[in-house]
């Protein structure tokens, strides 16, 4: 039993049909893709700083790639690259750190300065840059495009994914799952995987499982596209946050939020207290934002002086304490797996984290790679394997 059908869930649907699990369920209880990852701004990057997300943006990235033979569905995966952009040097050592690792692990990864900047991005204003770094195997995709790619070969493979079902709560007994109760009546089975995002917290406390993921919204923006812009990496102003892509008939921009008195926050300032079960408010895009983004945008491309903001969107990232997801079997009750709370790179991972995460439910254990870190565990235990950033 899958219950979200995000592309989390649904990259896990796929890959229990891929290895020939004929009994499985998906319960979304509204459209597939419907939560975060309708929203996201679809960015697939190698460039991470603590070496087991580099490994899963390898693992992800070589599935990205095959997306077409292995689901037979079509994915607009465009491998144009990530450049970081950096004006201060406190800035451009921050991303000469993690050069050594690239280097070990076998990624493209390379410090760029304003010249090649100019040359990957023609118009740029570089002025104000002391450099920036460039992976070229990174690059961007389609969240949307790409679950129902998931979605149609799980579905052509005998999975049964229903929508309209919400899950309840999780039925166990003693230290066993043994089912789920929808809004449609209680349904038995022996494994359950939550793939519910950033409403994980309220479910799991109904099998009595406290999982810290809270929900932080971000926003995105569009205008009309540039075709001279067509085919630049997702370019990233290090300092401020704000990037930019080219997204088929549009231009696509994400930002950090706002505080009230204009400073830039990239991510939340601590966890919250409590995580209370229960729904988040209704998503509205600070009015802050959009003067905000017209004149960094002016700022940093001419071909954006006078931008006119066609379209706009808040979402949630799916946050964790150390902003890394939550993986693999949950300690202490048999049969209960998560994989949820990627605190905003849920899509570039999915094929990596739902292939771990199945191997969990077949094979006892992820095998392709070694996930121990990302358990639940760490938690409870305060092991904290993890540098805390967020883009
Ligand atoms: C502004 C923004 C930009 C982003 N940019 C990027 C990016 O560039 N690259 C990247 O990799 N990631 C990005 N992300 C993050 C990415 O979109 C998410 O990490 C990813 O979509 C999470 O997928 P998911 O399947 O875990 O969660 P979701 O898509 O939220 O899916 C969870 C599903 O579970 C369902 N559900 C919840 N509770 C129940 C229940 N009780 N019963 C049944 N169904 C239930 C929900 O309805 C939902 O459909 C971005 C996110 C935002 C907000």
Redesign the pocket.
């Known amino acids: 039993m899958i ?7 649904c990259a896990a649907a796929f890959f229990l049909a891929e290895r020939g699990q004929r009994d499985v369920v998906l ?4 459209q ?13 990057r190698h460039q991470f700083d603590d070496e087991l997300d580099v490994r899963l943006s390898k693992l992800a990235v070589a599935f990205w790639r095959a997306f077409e033979d292995r689901t037979g569905a079509r994915h607009d995966f465009q491998q144009r690259g990530y450049l970081f952009i950096a004006e201060t040097r406190e800035g451009l050592e921050q991303l000469r750190a993690p050069i050594p690792l690239y280097e070990r692990i076998g990624v493209n990864v390379e410090m760029v300065d304003r010249e090649e900047i100019e040359r990957l991005v023609p118009g740029i204003r570089t002025d104000d840059l002391v450099g920036g770094r460039f992976g070229a195997e990174d690059g ?1 995709g389609d ?1 949307v495009q790409a679950l129902a790619g998931f979605a149609a070969f799980a579905h052509l493979a005998g999975v049964k994914i229903r929508e309209d ?4 709560e999780i039925m166990r007994e003693g230290d066993r799952v043994t089912g789920v109760r929808t809004s449609e009546g209680p349904i038995s089975c022996d494994r359950v995987l939550l ?5 994980t917290a309220s ?1 799991a406390a109904t099998a009595g499982v406290a999982v810290p993921i809270w929900a932080y919204a ?3 923006m569009e205008s009309r596209p540039f075709p001279a812009l067509s085919r630049v990496p997702m370019t990233i102003e290090l300092e401020s946050g704000f990037h930019f892509r080219p997204k088929g008939a549009a231009q696509r921009f ?1 930002m950090p939020n706002l505080t009230g008195d204009g400073r830039v926050e990239k991510g939340p300032v601590a966890p919250p207290t409590a995580f209370v079960p229960g729904d988040f408010a209704p998503l509205v895009v600070p009015s802050s934002l959009e003067p905000w983004v017209r004149a960094r945008a002016a700022w940093r491309h001419p071909l954006f002086a006078d931008l006119r903001i066609t379209d706009s969107w ?5 946050m964790t304490p150390d902003d890394h997801p939550v993986v693999g079997a949950v300690p202490g009750v048999a049969g209960l797996y998560v ?2 709370g ?9 094929p990596a984290t739902a292939q771990l995460v199945v191997e969990e439910m077949l094979d006892g254990r992820a095998h392709t790679l070694d996930i121990g870190d990302l358990s639940l565990e760490r938690f409870a235990s305060g092991r904290r394997p993890f540098t805390a950033t967020v883009l």
């Open positions: 219950v979200g059908g995000g592309v989390v869930g319960l979304e209880r509204g597939l893709g419907q939560g975060t990852s309708k929203g996201g701004l679809g960015g697939i961007y969240p079902v919400a899950v309840l793939a519910t995002g950033c409403w479910l971000r926003s995105i994400a808040s979402c949630y990232y799916e994989a949820a990627f605190s905003g790179h849920g899509f570039m991972h999915a």
